[in-house]
Nanobody
Framework: QLQLVESGGGLVQPGGSLRLSCVVSKSTLDYYAFGWFRQAPGKEREAVSCISHRGGSTDYADSAKGRFSISRDNAKNTVYLQMNSLKPEDTAVYYC????????????????WGQGTQVTVSS
């Protein structure tokens, strides 16, 4: 199984920034697309962003556009989610996920998931 480990979550004030990282147990990430999802208490897990296998294409949920930026460094086996201008409604557990293929916002298309990292936006 592919292993993904998220980090970088924490408590931040509204308007602040965090950068999440997802380290993957592969020597190469080529041909894997990676998505970031989040799940707030009592809510369904929702797609936040996705990046294609070579990083040439990215997708964002409407709630993330203009504030979040996804990137990847295949040489470092790492995917990032830079989150700026954070809002209380961004509070959730954030998960990275991998799929051999194209980006998709459906959870069932992803084969591998990390354990999640908590992001709390509060004063």
């Amino acid at each position: 199984q592919l292993q993904l480990v998220e980090s970088g979550g924490g408590l931040v004030q509204p308007g602040g920034s965090l950068r999440l990282s997802c380290v993957v147990s592969k020597s190469t990430l080529d041909y894997y697309a990676f998505g970031w999802f989040r799940q707030a208490p009592g809510k369904e897990r929702e797609a936040v962003s996705c990046i294609s296998h070579r990083g040439g294409s990215t997708d964002y949920a409407d709630s993330a556009k203009g504030r979040f930026s996804i990137s990847r460094d295949n040489a470092k086996n790492t995917v990032y989610l830079q989150m700026n201008s954070l809002k209380p409604e961004d509070t959730a557990v954030y998960y990275c996920a991998a799929v051999w293929g194209m980006c998709n916002n459906r959870r069932d298309f992803y084969d591998y998931w990390g354990q999640g990292t908590q992001v709390t936006v509060s004063s």
